[in-house]
Structures are given as C-alpha cells and as structure tokens.
C-alpha cells in the first residue's frame, strides 16, 4: 500500500478545494443566465426580470433571461440541470417543477431531488376560487350546498396544473364532486368563466382582478391562509368555510445540482435581501404574488420536500399520477 504523507494528502485537498473556492469568491465575473419557463409577459417572467435587474445592480455582472417554454416547466428545467453546475445557469422554477412534476410526468428529463437545488423562494402566487356572476351562489356554503344539489364544471389550465390541483384539493375537503374542464392555459379558462361555459375556476389573482373588480365574475375566497396585499377585501378559504386550506404556488430560483456552496450561499443572501426592499416587495405585491424572501438553503430543501409530498398525495388521490 502506498503511504500519501501530511503535505502529500494537504496538497490534492488543496487541488480540489480551491478552484472551487477561489470561484466562489470570485463569482460572479461574468454574464449569469437566468432561465424563465414561459413566455415574455407572464408573471413568472415580470418576477423574474424584476429579481435580475437588482441582481445585476448588487454584484455588477449582467443577469440576462433566457426564455424556455414548453410542457409545464419541463423544457426549462431539464436545461438547467444539464447545464454546468458553476452558478452561470440558474432557472426561476415553480411548485410545479420541483413539487408536482415528478407525479404527474411519466418520464422527466431531470429528477427534481437530484438535479436542481433551490438558492432562494421569492414569492407565492395564491389563487381565487371564482364562479361566474350568474351562478346564484355567494359564499363557500352556497357553492357546495349547490354541486351536491347539481352538477357544476370547473376548469383548468390544464391536467395537473395548479388551477385543476386546487379545485381537487378543495372538493376533497368539502366532500363534492365537479367535472373538470381542462383548458391550454388559464387564459382560455377565465375567458370561458367570464362567458359562462364552465361555472367554476381556481385562477391566480393577477389575470383575475379586473374582472372581479368589473363584476364579470364572483370570488369565494383566496387560497392562501392570508389575504393577498392586492386584494385584502378577499377572504382566505380557510376561514370562509374550508379550515386548513391552505394553497399557494410558489417561484423559487434554484441552480444545478453539486454548484458550489459558498455561491449558493451569496446567491441566496442577495436574493432574500433584494425580495425583502419595499421596492420590490410592492412590485411583487403588484404581479397578485406575495413577497416571501426568506429561509436558509437547508430550511428551503426541506421545503420543497414536503411540497412533493403532498401534492404528489393529491395528485395520487385525483388518479391523475403520470398522466402526462
């Protein structure tokens, strides 16, 4: 056996640790790219660019998004966790991509557990329970009174998509079946809503506030156990007839597995401190999100951990796993 001596054995540590060190002190000293998962324009998208902007600002580099749409997140995703773990690729993921994906996907292109690490959860997106203005119904009693009573649709963005969760989660707890009416997109949905084609819809508040506000659709309640800064006269489900609903999706940015500790570390500092400015804490507030901004990296893995459980729960429950 070939005996390494002290200074031998100081020497490959040194080989090993220290570029990643020396990086890590360094970082950033080049452009970062941030990928976004959906289109220019959604809120996922306006958060994101927000956060860039004050990135750019604090470390001096430029923070440039990447645009990668397609298949719930799933595009994006599988790009960042291919990319080189070196704190130069990061992704704005959603509850979707690292809490519900990996149920309802037969086959992914990355495993959430183990490709991508979250660095900093910077907002929750919570929804509406919303009915069209004619269905004779005002509170979350009347609602399910009535679909015991008749047969009521609701609609979704999609199988598996946060609206369509929601409303499981939600006909689970008051003991009622509706007919899910899935849609391309939230859009259509809410139109539909709007026009009366389907009677119900969990949508997030910021597309939902106008027409709320015009009388073209009714809200119930926000899914949230708080209420929203952007419409505080909304009352959360949970104490509107619901107790222990509790729902939001969430924007987490997170980075390729095995990137290095102290660049996580910096990002996830920079990050929390630039959600909590009241600047951006408004804008946030502005998009229908909520400002979070908070938890170390280990409090978020564990986070993000509890998320897979239970929705993965409701997903099951549905009969809805590996539908896509």
């Known amino acids: ?8 054995l100081f020497g490959l540590v040194a080989l090993a640790v220290f570029p990643r060190n020396a990086a890590a002190q360094d970082y950033p000293n080049r452009t970062v790219t941030l990928l976004v998962p959906f289109a220019a324009g959604g809120g996922t998208d306006l958060l994101a660019r927000a956060v860039a902007q004050r990135l750019e600002q604090r470390l001096g580099k430029p923070f440039v998004i990447e645009n990668r749409t397609g298949a719930g997140t799933v595009v994006a995703a599988g790009a960042a966790a291919k990319a080189a773990p ?5 992704m704005q993921a959603t509850s979707g991509t690292m809490a519900m994906n990996g149920a309802m996907f037969k086959s992914l292109p990355y495993d959430p557990a183990k490709d991508l690490v979250p660095v900093a959860l910077v907002a929750a997106v919570p929804f509406v329970l919303a009915v069209n203005a004619s269905v004779p119904v005002h509170s979350v009693a009347d609602l399910v009174k009535l679909a015991k009573e008749k047969p009521l649709n609701y609609g979704s963005g999609g199988p598996g998509a946060f609206h369509h969760l929601n409303a499981e ?3 689970s707890m008051t003991g009622i079946k509706m007919t899910h009416v899935p849609y ?4 259509p949905a809410l139109t539909d809503l709007v026009a009366g084609h389907i009677q119900v819809l969990f949508v997030d508040i910021g597309p939902a506030l106008e027409l709320i506000r015009a009388g073209k659709i ?6 949230s156990a708080e209420s929203a800064a952007a419409a505080p006269e909304i009352p959360p489900l949970a104490k509107a007839g619901v107790p222990g609903y509790d729902t939001a999706a969430w924007q987490m940015i997170v980075a390729p597995a095995r990137t290095p500790q102290p660049i996580l570390t910096r990002l996830n500092a920079e990050i929390n401190a630039i959600a909590n400015t009241a600047e951006v804490a408004k804008q946030i507030a502005g998009f229908g999100m909520i400002p979070i901004g908070k938890g170390s990296l280990g409090e978020l893995d564990a986070y993000a951990k509890s998320e897979t459980v239970r929705w993965g729960k409701v997903i099951s429950d549905a009969g809805i796993a590996g539908s896509q």
Do not use: E, H, P
């Open 169 to 171: 989660l939600f006909s």
């Open 184 to 187: 391309k997109g939230s859009v």
């Open 1 to 8: 056996m070939r005996i390494v001596s002290n200074g031998m």
């Open 86 to 90: 070196d704190g130069y690729t990061l």
């Open 218 to 223: 009714r809200v119930l309640g926000i899914t």
